[in-house]
Nanobody, 124 residues
Framework: QVQLVESGGGLVQAGGSLGLSCAAS????????LGWFRQAPGKEREFLAA????????DYSDSVKGRFTISRDNAKNAIKLQMNGLKPEDTAVYYC?????????????????WGQGTQVTVSS
């Protein structure tokens, strides 16, 4: 079993930055691909970014490409999501997730483990 815990959410003004962290426990996630998703009220869960187990490959959705950066630290069993240029439409609950393999990474159903989420609110 893997437990994931997100932190770093909060309230920020439009144009500002936030850094989210996700700590893994229970077993190492070094062999898992890790991703970030978000879900706004009344909307489906949305893929944001993913990083391969080695950290050698990253992918982003068009909505956050160029503004968000995903990174992982296997020594600390953790990943981060640096968010810059935040917009009100980025307001959502943000989740980290872990999965085996790196195919079809945009599909939330293939992620085995999920955190409880952290709220990000961007004011205009």
């Amino acid at each position: 079993q893997v437990q994931l815990v997100e932190s770093g959410g909060g309230l920020v003004q439009a144009g500002g930055s936030l850094g989210l962290s996700c700590a893994a426990s229970g077993r190492t996630v070094n062999n898992y691909a890790l991703g970030w998703f978000r879900q706004a009220p009344g909307k489906e869960r949305e893929f944001l970014a993913a990083v391969s187990w080695s950290g050698g490959r990253t992918d982003y959705s068009d909505s956050v490409k160029g503004r968000f950066t995903i990174s992982r630290d296997n020594a600390k069993n953790a990943i981060k999501l640096q968010m810059n240029g935040l917009k009100p439409e980025d307001t959502a609950v943000y989740y980290c997730a872990a999965r085996i393999g790196y195919s079809n990474i945009y599909y939330s159903g293939d992620y085995r483990y999920w955190g409880q989420g952290t709220q990000v609110t961007v004011s205009s």
